[in-house]
């Protein structure tokens, strides 16, 4: 399983989306975990990136997402 995160280049997402056969785990955030996490615009911005790539493989947020809502998306699978 390829983990991205919110550093991750789109040129290596794109690498690493090329190589893999079942899904990307999109670190949600940099954040430190158990923080209470409150969705801020760069994260929206981040996973709106993820979408518009239009990436072969589904990506699965985790890191602080535990349902559709707290991702703020309906198009994203959050990890459980």
């Keep these: 399983i390829s983990l991205i995160t919110p ?3 789109v040129d290596r997402i794109r ?3 090329a190589i893999s056969n079942s899904f990307i785990y999109a670190v949600s955030s940099a954040a430190v975990t158990g923080t209470s996490l409150h969705l801020q615009e760069q994260q929206l911005s981040y996973f709106k990136k993820l979408k518009d790539l239009a990436l072969k493989n589904p ?5 602080g997402i535990n349902s559709r809502e707290t991702s ?4 994203f699978v959050p990890a459980r």
């Design 7 to 9: 550093q991750t280049s």
């Design 15 to 17: 690498s690493i989306d």
């Design 59 to 63: 990506v699965i947020l985790g890191f």
């Design 72 to 75: 703020g998306r309906n198009d």
